[in-house]
């Protein structure tokens, strides 16, 4: 067999397996959902969750590593809305993708080196503190 067979029948295959994997689902009707933040228990609650989010009656769920595959979504958007067990980051239109963090992933604001309070939003303080007002550094 040529490369350029292998390869084909190769990339049929992973697509064959790909369309069993999804119940016969095509891709304009299969969302992934990849989640940041969630432990083993997490996953487990929020594929079921899904499965109730789903269009029509059946439904088709796939797991690897911290990506969800569901199936049939149509309107992917209007899928996105409906999480509440996360904060939705991204809604890529393209592949299909949510993006959901579980928990507080949002950086700790720091005190500042002058020893005062932490500014009310990490972003908004300086990256290096202000010379002092007497002139003295």
């Known amino acids: 067999m040529t490369r350029s067979k292998f390869i084909i029948l190769s990339c049929a295959a992973l697509a064959a397996v790909c369309f069993i994997a999804c119940g016969g689902y095509g891709p304009e009707q299969t969302v992934k959902i ?6 083993a228990d997490a996953y487990d609650e929020i594929t079921e969750k899904i499965k109730t989010m789903t269009d029509g009656g059946g439904h088709m769920t796939y797991r690897l590593n911290n990506t969800i595959t569901l199936a049939p979504v149509t309107d992917l958007q209007a899928f996105a809305d409906k999480i509440d ?7 890529d239109e393209e592949t299909r993708t949510v993006f959901v963090t579980i928990g507080d992933d949002e950086p700790t604001p720091v005190a500042p080196l002058d020893g005062g309070e932490p500014a009310a939003d990490a972003a908004d303080s300086p990256a290096t503190p202000a010379a002092p007002a007497d002139g003295n550094k």
């Open 34 to 39: 990849q989640v940041t933040g969630a432990d």
């Open 85 to 91: 067990f996360g904060t939705v980051t991204e809604v």
